[in-house]
């Protein structure tokens, strides 16, 4: 088996086609040998893990992670495990990665062993949210329960997140990954709840600009790696009322805010303002921070659930250091807007979101725009 790796190795990069390889470790995979996709997959790292340049290495190596990941059975989780745990390798993206090909692929019975043998805490804390956002109680598992409850983590970042999903989180867009590849749901675009009609006479009490940078950058969250690894970008802005602001009137106060992604909309420029649940909003963000846009693929589920929750707290105005429950009942107690324009400023290619928040005493007004193509 060594002279095989090792003649692969040598050769790989004198290749055009790295199919050939794929199909053996497939076969060596199929004949219930695991061991030899992580050994190829860490000998090729050792050899060329610092050359990102190099595509014939980059694609043998994600189709080895794929397919040890997504092949059902415990010994391929094992080597998926060792093979991201490798020093040659691990790293915080590849553990978000991992962590979304396993949770979509196996049983959580099968997946304990991440948290008893070789894993990194950050694969852990991914894996736990990932099988949250698949509806497995996590709590109820042997093998993860006692990590997952444990105050050991209560630090890491995705701490803050609870271990079971809520209901604004019920219809997450999740993907389908398989040795070739993978899809996902892009659920943008105009909503499908009750289109409310833009009224020029109705009033709009005086609304002043209130926006402060970490504000923005919070009610961002979501989408910012539109921005930060595409060619997106984002308008998010604050704005306190004067009086109370009926819901009714939402569509036409976003006509009157100077908003950059509404410039020009109104007679001449379709736009289209609808009522959404909190739920479809939470939808809509977590597709945004879990996939990416254009060019790139996103926080993957664990870091995409964070991102979303992060974005809707803000835009909810929601007190800093809430917690879980405190930022739910906040956001619950919005009047959440969808809307769509078609200005200069959106792309209209795929992604593009709109998003305001009107809080529940009716006296402040957040929106959320954002945009990216390919």
């Known amino acids: 088996m060594a002279d095989q790796i090792q003649k692969i190795v040598t050769g790989l990069v004198d290749l055009t086609d790295v199919t050939g390889v794929w199909a053996v ?65 691990a790293g915080r993206k590849l ?21 008893t043998g070789r894993a990194s805490e950050e694969l852990r804390a991914c894996l736990v949210h990932e099988l949250v956002l698949r509806g497995v109680f996590v709590g109820e598992v042997p ?6 409850t444990s105050p050991r983590w209560s630090h890491h970042p995705l701490g803050w997140l609870p271990l079971t999903l809520s209901c604004v989180e019920e219809s997450a867009d ?29 009033r709009v ?29 984002i308008e998010a802005r604050v704005f306190d009322l004067a009086e109370p602001l009926d819901p ?38 977590f597709a945004a921070a879990s996939t990416g846009g254009a060019y790139n693929s996103g926080s993957y589920g664990a870091y995409g659930r964070l991102a979303a929750w992060q974005s809707l707290a803000a835009l909810a105005g929601s007190p800093e250091g809430a917690g879980a429950a405190e930022v739910e009942a906040h956001v619950l107690d919005c009047v959440w807007h969808g809307f769509d324009a078609d200005t200069k400023w959106y792309e209209q290619v795929a992604w593009d979101i709109g998003l305001a928040a009107l809080s529940p ?7 959320l725009a954002a945009t990216d193509t390919d």
């Open 25 to 89: 470790a497939d076969g060596r995979v199929a004949q219930g040998d695991a061991a030899f996709a992580a050994d190829l997959g860490i000998a090729l790292a050792r050899t060329y893990g610092t050359g990102g340049h190099v595509w014939q290495y980059r694609s043998v190596f994600d189709h080895l992670l794929r397919l040890l990941a997504t092949t059902a059975g415990p010994e391929n989780v094992t080597q998926a495990l060792r093979l991201v745990s490798s020093a040659e390798v």
């Open 95 to 115: 553990d978000r990665y991992t962590a979304s090909l396993l949770a979509s692929s196996h049983e959580a019975a099968d997946l304990a062993a991440a948290f």
């Open 143 to 148: 093998g993860i329960a006692g990590w997952a």
């Open 174 to 202: 999740l993907p389908s990954y398989s040795i070739r590849g993978s899809s996902h749901s892009m659920p943008y675009g105009p909503s499908e709840s009750r289109e409310l009609a833009v009224n020029a006479g109705a």
């Open 205 to 233: 009490p005086t609304a002043q600009e209130t926006t402060a940078r970490a504000a923005a950058s919070a009610m961002g969250a979501a989408v910012a790696n539109w921005a930060e690894e595409s060619n997106g970008r």
């Open 248 to 285: 009714e009137s939402v569509p036409t106060a976003l006509l009157t805010l100077g908003l950059e992604c509404l410039r020009g909309a109104g007679k001449k420029t379709a736009v289209s303002v609808a009522v959404r649940p909190p739920a479809q909003a939470w939808r809509v963000l």
């Open 361 to 367: 005493g009716r006296r402040r007004l957040a929106v």
